[in-house]
């Protein structure tokens, strides 16, 4: 059945890019992070506390420009939760981090 013309349509966009920002904001305070995590696959003689504790804080970083930012607080975590996935799954990636001793690490870096 097509859709009635008359019914409203839902419209998906991003948050407005704060003043002065160019492109899209999520991406811009993501970079360190995602820059990070695309080393994580590769690091030789990878130390998984040292990772960890990068992570946190670059984790840390992105929720504080969010919030700078003035980006939406649900939409902030929920995008932290989708770099600390990729994170997680770079650096299992790794066949020189030993994937217990990495899930360790993150587990007690990362809040609950």
Do not use: C, H
């Amino acid at each position: 059945m097509p859709p009635d013309p008359g019914e409203p349509k839902t419209v998906v966009r991003p948050p407005p890019a704060p003043p002065g920002a160019g492109g899209d904001p999520y991406a811009a305070i993501a970079r360190p992070a995602l820059e990070f995590s695309r080393g994580l696959e590769r690091a030789q003689k990878p130390d998984p506390l040292a990772l960890a504790a990068e992570a946190r804080r670059l984790i840390g970083r992105f929720e504080q420009d969010g919030r700078r930012a003035g980006l939406p607080p649900e939409a902030v975590l929920d995008a932290r939760d989708a770099l600390i996935a990729l994170i997680n799954a770079r650096a299992l990636a790794n066949p020189g981090l030993s994937p217990r001793d990495w899930t360790r690490a993150l587990g007690a870096a990362l809040p609950p």
